[in-house]
């Protein structure tokens, strides 16, 4: 008897190896496509998550004035909002919960930003993203450290929400006072 394999072996052997390998560069080529589907859903969450305490808190205490609406109060005011709920809120790219104001001393990783620009309104926000939309008028640190965050931009008529991914702005909404 004679030890090998026949032709009809091995080319099974050979058309199983080949689909398996197309099977995997599918799995490798769409997993970067799910990775970041993931985040942007992570953050269209935390959007939800924050116009909604947003929302409360400006009928439960009275915000609604860019004249009295102060960044750190609105800061403030979210951190006690979720504080004694279950929900939190995260960076998806860093896993952190912090909700910051830029007029901290200390800019780090964060899930939420919130900036205040009082004297511009929302239609000339939107209407010039890179003017007034942050961080894509900022230093290139700050873009780094504030990828995968959430941003809550005070204007002079309400708040901009909107995730900023990977140098992009996603998912634009907003209140109106």
Do not use: W
């Amino acid at each position: 008897m004679k030890k090998g394999f026949t032709l009809i072996e091995l080319s099974i052997a050979l058309a199983i190896i080949a689909i398996i390998g197309a099977l995997l560069s599918i799995i490798i080529v769409n997993y970067p496509k799910k990775i970041e589907n993931t985040y942007i859903n992570v953050l269209h969450e935390n959007q939800k998550v924050l116009m909604e305490a947003v929302v409360s808190i400006v009928f439960d205490e009275n915000l609604p004035s860019y004249l009295s609406t102060d960044q750190n109060k609105l800061r403030q005011a979210l951190r006690d909002k979720l504080k004694d709920t279950e929900i939190e809120i995260y960076n998806p790219l860093t896993k952190d919960n912090s909700i910051i104001a830029t007029t901290e001393t200390r800019y780090h990783d964060s899930a939420a930003v919130i900036i205040s620009k009082r004297k511009t309104t929302i239609k000339t926000a939107i209407n010039n993203p890179k003017k007034y939309l942050y961080p894509l008028n900022a230093s290139e640190n700050a873009k780094k450290k504030f990828d995968g965050a959430l941003i809550i931009l005070i204007c002079e008529d309400g708040y901009i929400f909107y995730g900023y991914l990977h140098g992009k702005v996603l998912n634009i909404e907003t209140m109106r006072f």
